[in-house]
């Protein structure tokens, strides 16, 4: 079984400051994780992801995640919130190879990012 | 155009009509998936199918039913809609062997009234 939860359904954030969006999972298998970024009226579109090997992923418009394993977090960052990022995120995990998980993403409830100028 | 189409894009239903959405796919992946999205809930797998022989039931399935036509068209069907079916729909796909990343459709936005 896996389920993922994002801390904070709403995250307000000045231009320019630090953005960060809380995500920890549950896992019965080391996990896949992702984060998807959904802009209004659009479909989903993956930023970055975590599969194997270096813990600290960078994806695209800057932002980075961290895999830490032992608080089973997936926190999604970017030093310098842009106008432009103010979105709905979803984190997601899925099992890797192997069980009854693999290959199915389970989403968090999605975090509501608002940039203000 | 698009790798992942779903048509159409918005509809409005009556309660206790039969309904189809459809979705159509150019990458080639082998897995698709039927999700529905509801404000602070997130999205829940509705159905998944990981080749055309194989359909699978995900956490919310009651109510709905999927057809897999072709490795590139999965449809969903509501046989008997209502109102708590009010949501947005996306069809999304993957393929074993990649990153599992998912490419989704652009989503059906559906009414129940």
């Known amino acids: 079984a896996q389920s993922v939860t994002q801390l904070g359904s709403h995250v307000s954030v000045s231009e320019g400051a630090l953005v960060l969006l809380r995500c920890n999972y549950s896992?019965?298998?080391?996990?896949?994780l992702f984060w998807y970024v959904q802009y209004p009226n659009q479909g989903l579109q993956l930023l970055l992801k975590?599969?194997?090997?270096?813990?600290l992923v960078k994806g695209i418009n800057g932002f980075e995640a961290e895999f830490k394993k032992s608080e089973t977090s997936f926190h999604l960052t970017k030093p310098s919130a842009h106008m432009s990022d103010a979105a709905e995120y979803f984190c997601?995990?899925?099992?890797?190879?192997?069980?009854?998980?693999?290959?199915?993403?389970?989403f968090g409830q999605g975090t509501i990012l608002t940039v203000h100028p | 155009d698009a790798d992942v189409t779903q048509t159409p894009r918005n509809r409005i239903t009556k309660t206790g009509k039969r309904i189809m959405l459809e979705c159509s796919q150019t990458?080639?992946?082998?897995?698709m998936y039927w999700y529905r999205q509801d404000p602070g809930l997130g999205l829940r797998l509705i159905y998944y199918?990981?080749?055309?022989?194989?359909?699978n039931k995900g956490e919310i399935s009651d109510g709905y039913s999927v057809s897999r036509q072709a490795q590139a068209k999965f449809s969903l069907s509501l046989e008997s809609a209502i109102p708590n079916q009010t949501a947005l729909y996306f069809c999304?796909?993957?393929?074993?062997?990649?990153?599992?990343?998912?490419?989704f459709g652009s989503g059906t936005r559906l009414t129940v009234v």
């Open positions: 999304a796909t993957s393929q074993p062997g990649t990153s599992y990343g998912y490419t």
């Open positions: 896992s019965s298998v080391p996990p896949y």
């Open positions: 975590y599969t194997t090997g270096a813990t």
């Open positions: 997601a995990v899925s099992g890797n190879a192997g069980g009854t998980s693999y290959g199915k993403l389970t």
């Open positions: 990458k080639g992946h082998d897995r």
């Open positions: 199918s990981f080749d055309v022989k194989d359909i």
